[in-house]
């Protein structure tokens, strides 16, 4: 049987910026990166012990492995210089994990037990998650794409959230930030096509216990009981690798990945239906 390092060997020394890096989803799916032989680029939104934790475990794969860039998405100019600063360190960028995100925290600490309704949202709060959560996947693609067109070869990975959040009472605008960045996806991958370039939505499958929730003795997302962080390790590796080339516009969720069948069943598996579907007007 074919071992899982012999099947994503062609990991090792490939080159990956994941943005959101120092927590929740983005540090389980960095270190699961790093463990392959992959290189990092974790981007933070600001320093401190939360990213230099996440590099610091991160490098006991190896030294120098992964390396910390602090950036704000929303930024342009902070994008692109961090694409800069990952090619001057690793000489090349091969995959972009879009990880970064602000959730419905930023309209109020009580979002997911009194909903707030669109027209009494802070229109300053709207626009830093729409800056984030949208502009700020398209802002780092933008930068990295030109590199993975001269090279022949590239992936970029959205992560997103479940159908139902994005249509859920209360949940504007950090629903429907997710499904314009889902559209934007299937749009890149078009754009893409025939390149080497890979675009593909990501997502755990349910609420995940991370900050986006307010801290409580009893957290709980709306659906009920939380998934680990951790969930998000088990496509990860094959999404960044060859196992997964030519497979593109497609949407995949961690919860349904079975990670005791072959990648190529797996996949199938986890593969959201809803992507092969005609669209219905």
């Known amino acids: 049987m074919t071992s899982t390092g012999e099947l994503y060997s062609s990991l090792r020394y490939r080159v990956v ?52 860039l602090v950036a704000d998405v929303s930024d342009n100019d902070q994008c692109e210089a961090a694409v800069a600063a990952t090619l001057a360190a690793f000489g090349r960028v091969d995959v972009l994990v879009n990880n970064a995100g602000l959730g419905m925290r930023r309209i109020s600490e009580r979002f997911n037990t009194t909903p707030t309704r669109f027209w009494e949202t802070d229109p300053a709060a709207w626009r830093d998650i729409i800056d984030t959560n949208v502009n700020g996947p398209f802002q780092m693609a933008r930068a990295v794409v030109p590199h993975m067109l001269a090279q022949g070869f590239g992936k970029i990975i959205n992560i997103s959230t479940s159908d139902q959040t994005m249509v859920r009472r209360g949940y504007a605008p950090y629903g429907p930030s997710k499904a314009a960045l889902e559209a934007a996806s ?96």
Do not use: C
């Not at 939505?201 to 939380?226: I, M, Q, R």
């Not at 998934?227 to 390790?233: C, E, S």
């Open 17 to 68: 910026i994941v943005t959101g890096g120092s927590r929740g989803l983005g540090r389980e799916m960095v270190l699961e990166l790093v463990s392959a032989g992959a290189h990092l680029a974790v981007i933070g939104s600001q320093a401190g012990p939360a990213l230099d934790d996440t590099v610091a475990e991160a490098n006991r794969s190896g030294p120098g492995r992964a390396m910390a």
């Open 186 to 281: 299937r749009v890149w991958a078009q754009d893409l096509a025939g390149t080497g370039i890979d675009v593909n939505v990501y997502l755990p499958g349910g609420a995940a216990d991370t900050d986006l929730l307010p801290p409580s003795p009893d957290k709980k997302g709306a659906d009920g009981n939380l998934l680990p962080a951790t969930i998000m390790r088990r496509a990860i590796r094959w999404l960044a690798a060859d196992e997964s080339n030519g497979i593109t516009g497609a949407r995949f969720i961690a919860r349904l990945w079975d990670e005791t069948l072959p990648p190529a069943d797996a996949a199938h598996l986890a593969r959201s239906p809803a992507v092969d579907k005609p669209a219905i007007l």
